[in-house]
């Protein structure tokens, strides 16, 4: 790649980044009733970064399943601990143990019921004491993910709403890592084995499909887990 093509991309990636802070500094000053969901992933890793520019104390939300890779748990408890985060670390009713020894893998048997416990109901209930939900949420991710919006309301079970921001919606994962690059952030090591969606650790395998970043979760039987889909009975 020539200098002047890196010069291009890096002036189209400034100017998203002056997007996104604009859109950040537009909720964050307005009040302080906003939360930030974090699976240190590299976009969420970078929303994160822009947050902590407006508001130090930003309370960080990880879902911590029990189930992560190893990696993972090491690389977020370094982050935060460089970063200072205000880290809430969201946990399911029932520790893995529990849950295995009542249901069995459920991960393997039922994967839709093993993430409503892990992670979709953890969430809501933490999400739902905030009235700004941030999110790295970006379209190029998956095909279930196309029409996402920057901005949009989101109703939780029992019919609350948040505003859920996603101000990385349009970006590409050449620029969430030629921003990562261009503010030092150092990524989830796994990527360098090269993972490209990173789950819980016994649902996540290397992609299936080079051109689909999501195929290595669940095995192919499902693409989302399903805290990026409003609950029926609240629609």
């Known amino acids: 790649m020539s200098t002047s093509e890196i010069d291009s ?15 950040l500094a537009a909720e964050i000053g307005a009040t302080h009733d906003v939360c930030l969901t974090c699976s240190f992933q590299a976009e ?35 982050i935060a ?10 946990l399911p009713e029932k520790t893995v143990a529990e849950q295995e020894l009542e249901h069995g893998l459920l991960y393997q ?8 416990l ?31 919006e920057e901005s949009a309301l989101f109703t939780l ?7 859920k921001l996603a101000p990385l919606a349009e970006w590409t994962t050449r620029d969430v890592w030629y921003a990562c690059e261009q503010l030092a952030i150092p ?4 990527y ?21 970043p999501r195929s290595g979760r669940w095995a192919g039987r499902k693409v989302e887990c399903g805290i990026h889909i409003e609950a029926a009975s609240a629609k």
């Open 44 to 78: 969420d890793v970078l929303l994160t970064k822009l947050a902590l520019e407006l508001d130090p104390t930003i309370p960080v939300l990880f879902l911590d399943t029990g189930y992560h890779f190893r990696e993972t748990y090491e690389y977020r408890d370094q």
């Open 81 to 90: 601990k460089d970063w200072h985060l205000n880290l809430i670390n969201l």
């Open 187 to 190: 990524l989830l090591p796994l």
């Open 118 to 148: 892990r992670k979709v109901e953890p969430l809501f209930k933490a999400v739902g004491e905030y009235r700004v939900w941030l999110t790295g949420l970006r379209r190029e991710q998956a095909k279930s993910r196309a029409a996402l």
């Open 157 to 163: 079970p029992g019919g609350k709403q948040v505003l």
């Open 109 to 116: 048997s039922a994967p839709d019921q093993c993430c409503k």
């Open 9 to 23: 991309i890096h002036t189209q990636v400034n100017a998203k980044l002056d997007h996104v802070r604009a859109a």
């Open 192 to 212: 360098e084995r090269g993972f490209s969606s990173i789950g819980c650790e016994p649902c996540t395998t290397l992609p299936l499909d080079p051109n689909d």
